[in-house]
Structures are given as structure tokens and as C-alpha cells.
């Protein structure tokens, strides 16, 4: 089967980072799925993974978590779908990716694909929805209340695929007030169009534009990107007894100021529930279908931002520089193999 890989991690500026490769294709045991794919998105994870993983004895490194796709095959175990069945989902960070033709995949952190929209969109979805959806409601847990404080939520970074997918997330599943972070006219259209009720320009000091908005210090602080940037004003701003979350990797991160104000402090990981075979691994593949229904009801929409035509290293490689670049607004989509 056809796939993209790399045996060295190499910059992105190197041509042999990513390379057009042949392997065997996979056949499916247990609760597997196997997935002819039809289109995958590409993320921050997998520049992260390009550059830092070494795979083992000369071997190949599939990369790619995002996909949509019909299944195949099944293991001897599946209980919940059928071939021919239509999914999307996100993967697991220990097994090989979705940029290849044919995946396998753990049936419980898949979800079905949502039926108003093509391949390409339903592959924008998952890794940032699931995100997004873990963050707000099982780590910060959006709807429990901040004592004396007007509910309300700061994402910063409001132009990326995991804000994108958070601030509609917060908006239809809470009564909470969004403030999301952009600093370019194009993400501030962006993220006012995704529901944000207030944007302001992290490029500049947030506490004092956050001051100047009618609600109040934020209860929930969500950060993105950048934390490193940003955790010295977001302790600044928050309110007392306030929960603050984060999903990038900043290398060092001091916890102490947060004492004063009895601040929380959550990580997100969407890989945690597969890395480990957690006991709820299965809420991935019902959190999925939840939002897939909202899909389909209109109240979620795809957060593509560009598709770069078929999935080839030449194309994987272009999404990779745009996303390194810190230009990229919505998701990346490649879709489909060469004929």
C-alpha cells in the first residue's frame, strides 16, 4: 500500500523529512478496524513527531492522526461496526499513522463519520475535537461554577484547529461567555464567525484588554500555544480559585504562582485514554458520535481551513511547513492517493 514516512527526523526544509514509501498492508486482530482512508488532516503532533522521533532499525514512521475513511475489515472482536461502514477518528500515538491507504484502528475511539459532510471536512474534526471537548468538560469542566464570577472562558490562540473546534464546543454546549485571543484581521474575522463573544490581540498584554471587557476576570483560562508566553499574564488575570488548562509543551512551567490564588492547573492529552487503555477509552468513540450529531444538526461545523490536494510526501510536506510557520488558521486536509 501506498503511505508517507521517514526513517530520520529531519527539518522540514530537508526533502528526505518526508518521502513517498510502499508497505505491506495491515491486517486487522482484536477490536481492530481496518480503514481504506480517504482523507486525514495534519497537526501540530505530527511536526512534534517528524523532528524528535527516531523509529526503530532503520524502519519507517507512518505519521498522521486525523482520518476519514470506510472500513474494510474487522479483528475477530469488533462488537460495533460492519464493513462499509463510514467513520473518523483521531488514532493513537503508539501505532502507525493514518497517512497511508489502509489504518488500523482501536473500534472504541472511532467515531461514524457525520453524514452532512464529505470526506475531507469529517477528516478536520476529530484530534482537535476531542481535544477541545476533553479540555473543556472532563479537565477544566466548563459548567461547574468560579464563586462570585460571571461564567466566562479565555482561549488563547483562538486561530488554531483545537480553539476552533473549543470556542463552538463552549458556545452550544454552555451558557459560558467566550473571549478568544487573535492577532491577525483574518483570525479575529475567524474566530468572531466560530462564536467567540470577545477577541482580543495576544501579541499585546491580555490582562489589561481582558480588563477592559464587561465580564469580568475569567473563571477558565484555555491555552493553547505559547503558554510560556502567556501563563505569567494568564495568573494575572484569572480569577481567584480559578482553573487554567493547557495542551502545548512549554519547556519548563512554573506552578507556583498559582498558590495564591488556589489557581487549578490541567493538562490535556488526547492520546491518554489509548497510550494507557484507560477503563472510559471508550468515551472517545461516544464523544465522537455526539459530535457527529451536532454536525448534522447544524450546530458544529468543519473547521477546514485548506486542502492541499492528494496525500503525498510532496503535500505533507507543504502542510508541515505551513503549520511550522504559525500561520495556519482551521485544520490542513489531504485527501485522497494519486490514481
Known amino acids: 500500500m501506498r503511505a508517507v514516512g521517514y526513517q530520520t527526523p529531519l527539518p522540514i526544509e530537508n526533502p528526505a523529512s518526508l518521502q513517498d514509501i510502499d508497505l505491506p498492508k495491515p491486517v486487522p486482530a482484536g477490536r481492530d478496524l481496518l480503514v481504506e482512508i480517504k482523507a486525514v488532516s495534519v497537526n501540530p503532533v505530527d511536526t512534534k513527531v517528524r523532528r524528535s522521533a527516531t523509529p526503530e532499525g532503520g524502519q519507517w514512521r507512518v505519521l498522521g492522526w486525523d482520518a476519514a475513511g470506510f472500513v474494510v475489515a474487522t479483528g475477530p472482536d469488533v462488537t460495533d461496526f460492519s464493513i462499509g461502514d463510514e467513520v473518523f477518528y483521531a488514532g493513537a500515538l503508539d501505532r502507525p499513522g493514518t497517512n497511508a491507504e489502509f489504518h488500523l484502528v482501536d473500534e472504541r475511539i472511532v467515531g461514524r463519520k457525520p453524514c452532512s459532510l464529505n470526506w475531507a471536512e469529517a477528516a478536520a474534526l476529530p484530534l482537535t475535537a476531542i481535544t477541545a471537548w476533553e479540555m473543556l468538560f472532563d479537565r477544566l469542566d466548563i459548567r461547574r461554577s468560579v464563586p462570585g464570577v460571571k461564567p466566562s472562558l479565555l482561549i488563547i490562540g483562538g ?25 491577525r484581521p483574518e483570525t479575529q474575522e475567524w474566530v468572531t464567525s466560530l462564536g467567540a463573544h470577545f477577541v482580543v490581540d495576544h501579541s499585546k498584554p491580555l490582562a489589561a484588554q481582558v480588563a477592559a471587557l464587561p465580564t469580568g476576570r475569567p473563571g477558565f483560562v484555555f491555552s493553547t500555544t505559547q503558554t510560556d508566553q502567556h501563563v ?16 502545548d509543551d512549554p519547556a519548563t512551567l512554573d506552578a507556583v504562582p498559582f498558590k495564591k490564588k488556589s489557581l487549578s492547573l490541567h493538562w490535556e492529552l488526547m492520546f491518554t485514554r489509548s497510550l494507557f487503555g484507560t477503563a472510559d477509552i471508550g468515551k472517545q468513540g461516544k464523544l465522537l458520535n455526539d459530535v457527529a450529531r451536532l454536525v448534522d444538526e447544524g ?31 482551521g485544520k490542513i486536509v489531504l485527501e485522497g492517493f494519486p490514481a
Open 232 to 247: 505569567a499574564d494568564s495568573v494575572g488575570l484569572i480569577a481567584p480559585q480559578g482553573h487554567f488548562g493547557l495542551i
Open 159 to 183: 486561530g488554531g484547529g483545537v480553539s476552533s473546534m473549543a470556542i463552538q464546543l463552549a458556545r452550544v454546549l454552555t451558557d459560558i461567555t467566550v473571549i478568544a485571543t487573535a492577532s
Open 299 to 329: 450546530r458544529l461545523r468543519t473547521t477546514l481551513g485548506k486542502n492541499l490536494g492528494k496525500i503525498t510526501a510532496a503535500n505533507v510536506h507543504e502542510a508541515h511547513a505551513l503549520i511550522e510557520s504559525g500561520h495556519a488558521k
